[in-house]
């Protein structure tokens, strides 16, 4: 008779998702790199530690260095059979300090990380004042000279619809098409620290920290509010201001169909609260 460890070991062929949150200091990013200091890299690590194979992850959005992330989805297949504690309390042994799994499920083979998703969220948080950031450097984007969030909010709705963001788009990003559709995108203030919270089917690479680059440039008076459609029309990376610092950006948050039956953001998460601190 097999014993207890075979038969745990059968290959069973089984999809697992994931919700994942990670400080992005400590990595290159979300994809997995030659020297392995990807995201991806040290949660495969973990998994197949638990899992006794190599194990593949899929996200539902890839981020770039320095780029955090408070729920990030993944799907793995996996040919063992392991408690859903495991995928949980087990990975988190082994993965750093700065990367945590927060849940686990079991969904059909039909699931698919990126291509099940209907949007995306990602925040940007900034510090506007003087004095550059002590305490939260790695977690907030900052700009010295006042910025007028309410002139800025205004400008971003030009680029609410389905738009081709050719110009907001990194030189390097490999997507098939520039065509998104942004849901919703405000601006709004807290003390010293403005958030612009962005809503979409999906996002182009450096979508946003080139949104919000020139967003700023509306927000100090540089260039006037309608400048934000011309350069949209005009589709040229080039007319656009540069790329702000990935340290504020945050993968905020995926949505699904609820016939997969995910859990769903919290209401009031860690980083709105401590972030709001540093106003």
């Not at 000279?145 to 205004?154: G, N, Q, W």
């Not at 619809?161 to 942004?182: M, N, W, Y």
Request: aromatic share 10%; hydrophobic share 40%; net charge positive.
């Amino acid at each position: 008779m097999a014993s207890d460890e075979t038969l745990a070991d059968k290959k069973l062929s089984m999809r697992l998702v994931l919700g994942l949150e990670y400080d992005g200091t400590a990595y290159c990013g979300w994809q997995t790199q030659s020297n392995r200091c990807g995201v991806q890299d040290a949660l495969e690590r973990a998994l197949g530690q638990i899992a006794r194979h190599d194990v593949s992850t899929v996200c539902a959005g890839r981020t770039d260095a320095g780029v955090h992330a408070v729920r990030q989805v993944v799907h793995f297949d996996a040919d063992v059979s392991r408690p859903i504690s495991a995928w949980t309390r087990g990975v988190n042994a082994s993965l750093s300090g700065s990367a945590s799994v927060l849940w686990a499920r079991e969904v059909g083979n039909q699931f698919h990380a990126r291509f099940s998703a209907t949007a995306r969220r990602y925040k940007y948080f900034l510090l506007n004042r003087r004095q550059r950031p002590g305490l939260f450097g790695n977690h907030v984007g900052w700009f010295h000279a006042h910025l007028d969030e309410k002139i800025m909010c205004a400008a971003a709705q030009t680029l609410v619809g389905e738009h081709d963001f050719s110009t907001f788009r990194a030189a390097e990003c490999q997507a098939k098409t520039p065509v998104r559709l942004i849901r919703e995108l405000s601006v709004k203030r807290r003390g010293d620290l403005i958030c612009f919270d962005f809503t979409a089917n999906a996002f182009l690479q450096h979508m946003v920290r080139n949104i919000v680059g020139s967003l700023i440039y509306v927000g100090c008076g540089r260039q006037p509010s309608g400048w934000i459609q011309e350069i949209l029309e005009a589709r040229q990376r080039r007319l656009a201001a540069p790329t702000i610092a990935a340290n504020g950006l945050y993968f905020w948050s995926v949505e699904y169909p609820q016939h997969w039956g995910l859990p769903s953001t919290p209401p009031n998460s860690i980083p709105d609260a401590v972030l709001s601190t540093s106003s």
